[in-house]
């Protein structure tokens, strides 16, 4: 079979595809056949290993695992022993970031246990843009606490992988929604649901007089300080963080900045593939309340062309890898 697969970390020029054999369930585990796998920010951050301190869980020198990929829908083909609940022909979805990766491929063998059943009214390519996108916005915005309708919520870096997803569920929750990116997204951002659009080349949110409820922080662009202008009182704000220094500004001092202002600042725990989270948001896929947005389609040959659309910024939507 075939499988993108990289010998160390570096840019998209490591990638290539590779033939190599069919992989054998053991016990606890599954092989699926990859329907459609998608692109994240967390996949090109594995292939750069980056941040570098990562590296002490993905491999100092080279990485752990050659296989790339973690987003995955699919059919199960073969069940190893000691598998229960899972059969050939389910269908599933499921994120790989702590399960070995390896989505981009014509198969991936995976633990049983991170597999979650795919709702047969979700097509492959859908399911297939959500989990871990989704399960990060998802997250972010549960830990900034219950989203009552009318408030106003503030979504700062909305035109990527996480921002269309937080976006929708927001909206989804009777939120008043204002979206930040550069400005060829916000016809994107409008047609996602947001009530209103800033482009942040020509406006910066934290120097205006508006305050928000809620604020996601996905661009991870400003500091503490600045930050806390942006916020009404009692007003809730959370990183998802791509940036080590970031994130211990964000979780050291925004709790302190928070106490003094009556506002609530920090970081939270994100944890991948959880289960009850993709229930949920299979739920809002099913009722289309989450429409995901799909910029390109790329066949698995082309791998490195679909890292070079991710990495350049200018998809509008995820980007799908079809076997």
Known sequence: MRAVVRDGYGPVDVLRVATVGDPEPGPGEVVVRVAVASLNMADLDHLLGRPRVARLGTGLLRPNHRRVGIDVAGTVETVGPDVAGLRPGDRVWADLFEDGHGALADRVRAPASALSPLPDGVPFDVAATVPHSGSLALQGLRAAGRIRPGERVLVNGAGGCVGPFAVQIAKARGAVVTAVDHGDKLDLLRELGADEVVDHTREDVTRGDRRWDVVLDIADTRTVPAL????????????????????????????????????????????????ADLAELAGLLTTGAVVPRIDRRYELADTVEAFRRLGSGAARGKILVVP
């Open 228 to 275: 806390r202008r942006t916020l009404a009182p009692g007003g809730r704000y959370v990183l998802i963080a791509r940036r080590i220094g970031s994130f211990a500004e964000k979780a050291l001092l925004g709790p302190v900045v928070g106490r003094l202002t009556g506002t609530r600042m920090g970081v939270f725990a994100w944890r991948a593939n959880r289960r």
